[in-house]
């Protein structure tokens, strides 16, 4: 990063009631979007913390890879707007983009698909971590294993203060994900695995490991192919998600950025997050029908029931996700050309989308589809298992976690992270020996 954020002259002043105690803090501006107050000496001039579980009020980096507007329903990747980018680029052009900067020329855009498609093979031990595992074990934990454990077999790009060795593993994450996502597929149907094809790009590649059999030939549909690289554009990066802080909280420490993407990826596991996909898909299949929809939206307004509309909300989007949109006239698309005249589950998805957005409760909680709340019934349609779907996220988000991975390390105002607290337990108290407790 060239230079950090600088404040603009603007402050705010604090004080805390009923002392002299007071702070004046400098307030800085982005390129757009709110402005944020800096609070690193906060708690030096007024001897307090912020508190703000969820992080849902603190900017917790400066950044130039993408930006929100939540409320617009507006998502840039390096200025460039997603609905661009998923009608006109390609997935490694994108990668390109969140990675250095800018869209590449086509020099750039050749050396750098070839970089990618030189390093989509695995060593090939890390074939036998797969036996490791059970057949029926979700495809998720073994990419947790697999990619955590790509660090024990490239130590040329592990020295994370080495542009190049930075450089070579991005390349390496980038070009190997799809390889271990199609071959923790293949193992769990108990297929053999399919190796990378160097003649193929990047989506079709991935496709053909997935699908093809070395009994038969096997050609990618280029509708499917289109409809896929869109999905992994759309998937590709989203600011400070949850996955996304915990690879830069993780980077921050100086791990190696294989074991940063592996804990990116068991963040992005979790249902809230990218699991969501999955949970949006069995939600529609166990409500089933379309005149169970007001019975369903009924336990999801009753708080003792624990149950949330899958697919449906977001802390920073207050209006459409822009990516919903995208995904849902892609769902048409994949539908038509795989035959499928009416999908019940489709039907049912634009049904549920109907009702609950004319719903008060909804409503006013600004809760809007989200990226996945049809991403999953795009990937129904294309044959993949729902246990994959948030594997395909993963693949997709290793793009955005490596390129945010990337501008931490090379932030010159990066330190660890390392929160505060509020602490509300037991004051200091002695010890308390066996005999003398009740
Ligand atoms: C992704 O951060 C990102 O950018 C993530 C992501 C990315 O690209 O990286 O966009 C990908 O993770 C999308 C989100 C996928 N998750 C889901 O679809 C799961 C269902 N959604 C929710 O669990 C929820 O909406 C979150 C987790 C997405 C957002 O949670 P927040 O911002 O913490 O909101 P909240 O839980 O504080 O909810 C505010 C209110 C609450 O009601 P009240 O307490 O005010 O009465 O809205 C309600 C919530 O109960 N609410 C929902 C709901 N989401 C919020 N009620 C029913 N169904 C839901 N889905």
């Not at 496709?207 to 690289?229: F, Q």
């Not at 589809?369 to 994959?388: C, E, H, Q, R």
Request: some cysteine; overall charge neutral.
């Amino acid at each position: 990063m060239n230079a950090t954020a600088k404040p603009d002259g603007k402050t705010i002043t604090v004080t805390v009631e009923g002392t002299n105690k007071t702070a004046t803090l400098p307030i800085i501006s982005g390129t757009v979007g709110p402005d944020v107050v800096d609070i690193r000496k906060l708690y030096d001039q007024l001897g307090v913390f912020t508190y703000d579980p969820g992080f849902g009020a603190t900017a917790s980096c400066e950044s130039k890879i993408t930006y929100i507007d939540g409320d617009a329903g507006v998502l840039l990747y390096r200025g460039y707007p997603i609905e661009q980018l998923a009608e006109q680029s390609s997935f490694l052009e994108v990668a390109h983009l969140l990675l250095w900067g800018d869209l590449p020329n086509a020099t750039q855009k050749k050396d750098f698909e070839l970089g990618i498609m030189r390093h989509t093979m695995l060593h090939e031990q890390i074939r036998r971590f797969f036996d490791g595992f059970r057949r029926d074990a979700h495809p998720m934990a073994i990419m947790c294993g697999v990619v955590g454990a790509l660090s024990a077999f490239y130590h040329d790009s592990l020295n994370i203060n080495d542009p190049e060795q930075r450089r070579i593993c991005a390349f390496r994450l980038i070009a190997k994900l799809p390889t271990i996502a199609a071959w923790a597929y293949k193992y769990s149907i108990g297929q053999p695995f399919i190796y990378p094809r160097n003649d193929l790009g990047y989506v079709d590649n991935f496709l053909y490991m997935m699908n093809a059999v070395p009994a038969e030939d096997y050609k990618v549909n280029p509708v499917l192919s289109r409809a896929m690289e869109r999905w992994f554009i759309l998937h590709a990066d989203h600011e400070q998600n949850a996955s996304s802080s915990t690879v830069r909280l993780a980077g921050s420490s100086g791990a190696n950025p294989f074991a940063c993407i592996a804990a990116g990826i068991a963040s992005l596991w979790g249902p809230a997050h990218g699991g969501a996909n999955e949970a949006a898909l069995k939600m529609l299949a166990d409500i089933g029908h379309v005149d169970n929809v007001p019975q369903f939206l009924h336990d999801v307004k009753d708080k003792n029931n624990h149950t949330r509309l899958m697919g449906f909300g977001h802390r920073v989007y207050k209006n459409y996700d822009p990516r919903a949109k995208i995904l849902q006239g892609s769902c048409h698309e994949v539908l038509a050309e795989m035959g499928i005249k009416d999908d019940p589950m489709l039907d049912l998805a634009v049904e549920l989308e109907k009702i609950a957005l004319s719903d008060p409760y909804f409503v006013s909680r600004k809760l809007y589809p989200n990226v996945d709340f049809y991403s999953g019934i795009i990937l129904k349609a294309m044959g993949l298992p729902t246990s994959m779907f948030t594997v395909l996220f993963a693949v997709a988000r290793t793009v955005g976690w490596i390129s945010q991975w990337k501008e931490l390390i090379e932030d010159p105002s990066q330190r660890i992270g390392r929160p505060r607290q509020i602490y509300t337990g037991a004051p200091a108290r002695d010890y308390v020996p066996l005999d003398a407790r009740g």
